[in-house]
Every structure is written in C-alpha cells, then in structure tokens.
Nanobody, 121 residues
Framework: QVQLEESGGGLVQPGGSLRLSCAAS????????MGWYRQAPGKQRELVAH???????NYAASVKGRFTISRDNAKNTVYLQIDSLKPEDTAVYYC???????????????WGQGTQVTVSS
C-alpha cells in the first residue's frame, strides 16, 4: 500500500512564502512523475507544477516565476516552494505521484489528502 502525506500549508499574508512537502511511503519500487495540483472553492482541480523522475519541470502559467517544484528521490519526497503569494493562490493543494509498487507491475497514480493554503491579510 502506498501513501502520500502532505505538509506545510497554512495561512499567510499576501507576498509571503510557504514550502509544501509530500512524502511517499509504503510499497514503492520506483516513482515516475510527481506533481502538485490545487483546487479553489467552486473551481476544478488544476495542475500547478510537475517534475519528472529526471528532474524536468513544468509550471502553470499563473505560477511560473513564483513557484518552484523539486524532489528528493532518496526520500521519495516532492516539494513546492511558493513565493510572492497572492490571494488567488488560496486553494487546497494536492500532491500526485505515479508510482510503481512492484518491479514487474504497472504504474498507478496516487493522491495525497490535500493541504490548505490560505492567502489573506
């Protein structure tokens, strides 16, 4: 069984910063791409940032230059550094990972439980 556990959300003032973490644990043979999504009230979940197993990254246009995704493969962890926060960044942030639990099995997509980020003065 695989679990993704997020941490680092909270209430922050506009212009502030947060660092989100997501650690994968359980039966893991390998992890392919990892990413962060967010869902604001009344809106669809959207991709924020994505990082491949080799470290290639891509970002949503709305966060480019302010968000930085990174991963520590030794710790099975992905991070999202969020700077210059805006009120419109308020959302529940979800971690996603494509994980191969067994060497000769398929890849599955897993989600974390979400962490709330609120940007308000």
């Amino acid at each position: 069984q695989v679990q993704l556990e997020e941490s680092g959300g909270g209430l922050v003032q506009p212009g502030g910063s947060l660092r989100l973490s997501c650690a994968a644990s359980g039966s893991i043979f390998s992890i392919n791409a990892m990413g962060w999504y967010r869902q604001a009230p009344g809106k669809q979940r959207e991709l924020v940032a994505h990082v491949t197993s080799s470290g290639d990254t891509n970002y949503a246009a709305s966060v480019k230059g302010r968000f930085t995704i990174s991963r520590d493969n030794a710790k099975n962890t992905v991070y999202l550094q969020i700077d210059s926060l805006k009120p419109e960044d308020t959302a529940v942030y979800y971690c996603n990972a494509n994980i191969k639990p067994r060497q000769w099995g398929p890849v599955y997509g897993y989600w974390g439980q979400g962490t709330q980020v609120t940007v308000s003065s």
